[in-house]
């Protein structure tokens, strides 16, 4: 999955595929995780946020189902 590189500082790139609603964020730390059944609008916003670490902790995190790759 191509990932978009973000100005954050926990956050380093994040990919979103659309056809499987899986929503890829790399950290700053080299870790990847992967969130499953993502709809659009909240990858959307995740873009579109002012803080990409604090939208991604209040609305992605503990709310669907991840993996560590």
Excluded: C, W
């Amino acid at each position: 999955m191509e990932r978009q590189p973000v100005v954050s500082s926990n956050i380093g790139s994040i990919g979103y595929d659309p056809s499987s609603s899986v929503l890829e964020v790399e950290f700053r730390s080299g870790m990847v995780y992967q969130y499953f059944d993502v709809p659009a609008h909240v990858h959307e916003a995740l873009m579109s946020a002012p803080s990409h670490g604090e939208f991604l902790n209040a609305n992605i995190k503990n709310v669907y189902r991840y993996t560590r790759l």
